[in-house]
């Protein structure tokens, strides 16, 4: 029986995949002269930020110190996070989901953004835990960070399911021995989802979802 949710965020609750785009390609095709391809970006989404950095770095044989460069995007980023929307049925959603199950937040993004997204979007009172990728040593598809968070919730992980866009993510809820639902974001949609248990095309259809359990 699940008594406990975890969502990611990016792709998940928050549609901003294409933003995280917009934001490498700006920086790569103004600082390095390099554009980098979307469906190559897309395939590689849900990885941790260093990984993912470090692979288009090789990738497009940029020499460029890692730490600098992910703090010029992480800042890239904040100048334009005002713009993320929520996607769509999320509130609804989790209107319906809160008064029956524990509900976490597991993103590989920090914690400080994290906070910030959840107060931004009036989402502070559907969380009972946000935890953020730098507040674990590994990142996804190692499954620490869904294994803190049902710790936080006080929920086993057999009895956690975990919503994810992206295959990294799928795939730590499996190792972490929790229900792994596919909820796919339009970039992610190239991805192989086929890891997860239960795959579904909108947030909107999870209530009707997990009640069949």
Not at 178 to 191: F, G, H, N, V
Request: proline fraction near 4%; include cysteine; glycine fraction near 6%.
């Amino acid at each position: 029986m699940i008594k406990g949710i975890i969502f990611d965020m990016d792709g998940v609750i928050i549609d901003s995949n294409h933003f995280h785009f917009e934001n490498w390609q700006e920086v790569f095709e103004k600082r390095y002269h390099v554009k980098i391809d979307e469906k190559e970006f897309a395939s590689r989404l849900g990885e941790s930020g260093k990984h993912f950095t470090e692979y288009f770095l090789e990738k497009y044989k940029v020499k460029a110190d890692i730490n600098e460069l992910y703090a010029l995007l992480y800042g890239e980023y904040m100048k334009r996070r005002d713009s993320v929307k929520l996607k769509p049925g999320v509130i609804d959603t989790l209107k319906i989901l809160k008064p029956k199950y524990k509900i976490a937040l597991a993103t590989g993004a920090d914690k400080e953004g994290a906070a910030y997204t959840i107060v931004t979007h009036g989402l502070t009172d559907y969380f009972d835990f946000v935890i953020g990728g730098n507040e674990v040593k590994r990142a996804k598809p190692d499954p620490e960070i869904f294994l803190k968070a049902a710790e936080m919730i006080k929920i086993p992980p057999e009895q956690c399911c975990v919503i994810e866009d992206a295959v990294f993510g799928l795939s730590a809820a499996k190792s972490a021995g929790m229900l792994a639902i596919s909820i796919p974001d339009k970039m992610t949609l190239c991805q192989d989802h086929s890891i997860a248990d239960i795959h579904l095309n909108s947030i909107k259809l999870l209530p009707d979802a997990l009640s069949l359990l």
